[in-house]
């Protein structure tokens, strides 16, 4: 079994700030790639931002310029410090691992169950 839990969600006023958290658990031995994705209220999920284990990184047009994606291989945690938040940026955040290697199998994507973020004016 593999586990995404994100943290760091919450409620917060346009232009302000918030980091997002994600960490994995499970027989884990390595993870090819993690990262974001957002969906807003009716709409399609998009992606935010993915980082490899090595260390590349993919930005979608989400949050471009204002978002930063980072690492902790060692605890498979993955993180998203989102900036200057704009009230288009209000969505579901959710964790994505590709590429899991376990004890048992090499698979994915795994989601976890997001987040919340909300900007308010």
């Given at each position: 079994?593999?586990?995404?839990v994100?943290?760091?969600?919450?409620?917060v006023?346009a232009?302000?700030?918030l980091r997002?958290s994600?960490?994995?658990?499970?027989?884990?031995?390595?993870?090819n790639?993690?990262?974001?994705?957002?969906?807003?209220p009716?709409k399609?999920?998009?992606?935010?931002a993915v980082?490899?284990r090595?260390g590349?990184?993919k930005?979608?047009?989400?949050?471009?310029?204002?978002?930063?994606?980072s690492q902790?291989?060692?605890?498979?945690t993955v993180?998203?410090?989102?900036?200057?938040?704009?009230?288009?940026?209000?969505?579901?955040?959710?964790c994505?691992?590709?590429?899991?290697?376990?004890?048992e199998?090499?698979?994915g994507p795994?989601w976890?169950q997001?987040?919340q973020?909300t900007v308010?004016?």
């Open positions: 079994q593999v586990h995404l994100e943290s760091g969600g919450g409620l006023q232009g302000g700030s997002l994600c960490a994995a658990s499970g027989s884990i031995s390595s993870i790639v993690m990262g974001w994705y957002h969906q807003a009716g399609e999920r998009e992606l935010v980082i490899s090595t590349s990184i930005y979608g047009d989400v949050g471009k310029g204002r978002f930063t994606i902790d291989d060692a605890k498979k993180y998203l410090e989102m900036n200057s938040l704009e009230l288009e940026d209000t969505a579901v955040y959710y994505y691992a590709a590429g899991v290697v376990t004890t199998f090499y698979g795994f976890g997001g987040t973020v308010s004016s």
